[in-house]
């Protein structure tokens, strides 16, 4: 059976799974943001393996 390829995600792609998994447990929308920001900007300036492979990727 043949592997389907995935595609590439993008940083939109990202922002939107952390928003909506993040609005799940807060309802403050600025909250949401803030907490979204955090995050985004811990992830894109860790050295961390995780971050490694989502730069890799773009």
């Not at 939107?16 to 979204?36: C, G, M, P």
Request: hydrophobic share 35%; net charge negative.
């Amino acid at each position: 059976m043949e592997r389907e390829e995935m595609p590439e995600p993008t940083l939109g792609d990202l922002i939107v799974a952390l928003t909506e998994e993040t609005s799940q447990y807060l309802h403050d929308e600025k909250e949401v943001n803030k907490v979204v920001a955090f995050r985004l900007t811990h992830l894109l300036n860790n050295r961390s393996p995780a971050a490694r492979r989502w730069q890799r990727w773009n």
